[in-house]
């Protein structure tokens, strides 16, 4: 007979920054990094972390739903489908999108690492088999407004093993062009340079028409994509913008469930879907997500803006997913992302080792788990001020 849920606890968690470590990007600031975590524990004792994406901005929130889905929890089979299932069936208005798929995808991935203890297997195993043991990774970052700086950084990653780098713009065109020549000088002609424009994160952000204009000027730069160019519900402008532009756009970090995307890929509107695991529902929707993908033609590169227990359970579902591009590696610091894991990443050429560790393959000890919520480390985004 399979084991039980016996518990659900809810570990919200916050790391504050240095001085020095504090970063800015056109879309607010990050004074430190706080992550919701869900710790399911089985009848025969294994444990597993799950993480819930809206925890970063919204962590008074997401706990009362946890409270709210722990009865139902306790004492169902561990068996991730039935979790999922059972769950989604017990919202079916008020959960459908929202606060709610991001604390299903915590519970769900904690039920995943937590079986995957249980039976002392990885969780990719648990999904029938990775489709690929490596997996090509972009380093995420670029922040620097000075173009000097955004170079050396880029040096960084590809010293690290990277072939493929990140930069954020949105500093302004004349000042986006210096820094993405710097970022191509940097990586050379053979490697990959992603631009991130976060449009969905700006008080002001661009018109179709602006960003056609900026993007026809980093076309001499080969970007591999455009990433976010427009407020994430603006889906007829971002079909207009891949039916204009010979850059991929890619977008999707934002969508909550499947029929999200299907109106994405229905519009012609993306050619990279970036969803996310602690966002959309957890690794199964996930799946579901890059079938949707990949019978359009496009392609699934999941953002993973998170700490470690999200950014495996990103690894494990890109791992057995088809239609994969890249998974995002971010390289601002984060505390709760490198203390979690179980060890450190390998990256070779450009592709990140599938690690091969029971469950996920996190770990979140009583020192970490003692660092509790602090209100100063959230992160100030400039489209929620108020008086912008």
């Not at 529902?281 to 799946?287: A, C």
Request: proline share 8%; glycine share 10%; with cysteine.
């Amino acid at each position: 007979m399979p084991t039980s849920i016996h518990a659900c606890e809810f570990l919200l968690l916050s790391r504050r920054y240095a001085p020095e470590e504090v970063w800015t990007w056109p879309g607010g600031r990050y004074n430190g990094w706080t992550s919701a975590f869900v710790r399911v524990t089985l009848d025969d004792g294994a444990v597993g972390h799950g993480e819930i994406g809206d925890g970063l901005n919204t962590p008074a929130l997401v706990g009362p739903i946890v409270d709210r889905v722990r009865p139902m929890l306790v004492g169902l089979p561990a068996e991730p489908r039935a979790v999922l299932e059972t769950l989604t069936r017990a919202a079916p208005g008020w959960g459908h999108g929202g606060l709610y798929q991001s604390v299903l995808s915590g519970v769900e991935a904690a039920v995943f690492d937590a079986l995957g203890r249980s039976l002392g297997v990885p969780a990719h195993v648990l999904l029938g088999g990775a489709r690929r043991l490596r997996l090509p990774v972009y380093a995420s970052g670029g922040l620097s407004a000075v173009p000097d700086e955004v170079r050396a950084e880029v040096l960084g990653h590809v010293a690290d093993g990277f072939e493929a780098v990140k930069i954020r713009i949105g500093f302004g065109d004349d000042l986006d062009v210096r820094r993405v020549a710097a970022a191509r000088e940097a990586l050379g002609d053979d490697r990959e340079l992603m631009l991130d424009l976060g449009a969905s994160y700006l008080p002001a952000p661009p018109d179709v028409r602006q960003v056609v204009e900026l993007a026809r000027r980093l076309e001499p730069y080969r970007p591999h994509w455009l990433e976010d160019p427009l407020p994430r519900d603006d889906i007829r402008g971002h079909a207009q913008l891949r039916s204009e532009l010979s850059t991929r756009i890619a977008t999707g970090e934002n969508e909550r469930t499947p029929d999200h995307v299907r109106r994405l890929l229905d519009a012609e509107a993306v050619d990279v879907v970036q969803t996310d695991v602690v966002y959309i529902g957890g690794i199964l929707r996930q799946l579901e997500i890059a079938a949707l993908v990949e019978a359009a033609g496009a392609r699934l590169a999941p953002h993973t803006w998170c700490s470690g227990p999200g950014l495996m359970a990103n690894i494990t579902a890109f791992a057995c997913a088809p239609a994969g591009s890249h998974v995002e590696l971010p390289r601002v610091p984060n505390g709760l992302r490198e203390r979690t894991l179980t060890g450190p990443l390998t990256i070779r050429d450009g592709l990140l080792d599938l690690p091969d560790v029971p469950g996920l393959g996190v770990v979140v000890d009583d020192e970490v788990a003692s660092w509790s919520f602090d209100p100063e480390s959230l992160p100030t985004l400039l489209n929620a001020e108020r008086d912008r």
